[in-house]
């Protein structure tokens, strides 16, 4: 089963990875970090009050980064955010909300927000 591209520049089409060309979206990846770009993989913890409560959520700097975009986005918070984000996961019944988190931010940039 093949997957649907991920486009990482609208401007170029999609391109498939061989195995003798390595010229694919993840070679294009690949490309583009450097050793500044690679910090973003590192892991930061934050903590954060939903209803009253304070937890630490533990994620990668690139997710951070989504979700303080999305914040602006939306006028809030990110701490707010959060919030919004975990009753949304507690109503779809998913108990990690690191994952839950996670996945938003990838959605919301397949949205070209």
Known sequence: MRHQPVHLDPAKPPVFASDDHG???LARL???CNS???RAYA???RSVRIHGHSTTIRLERA???VLDEMARDEGVAASALIA???DHCLVNNDKNLASCLRVVCLKYINLGN
């Open 23 to 25: 010229d694919g979206p």
């Open 30 to 32: 690949f490309g583009l």
């Open 36 to 38: 500044e770009q690679a």
């Open 43 to 45: 892991p930061e913890k």
């Open 63 to 65: 997710f951070w980064t």
């Open 84 to 86: 919004r984000i975990h």
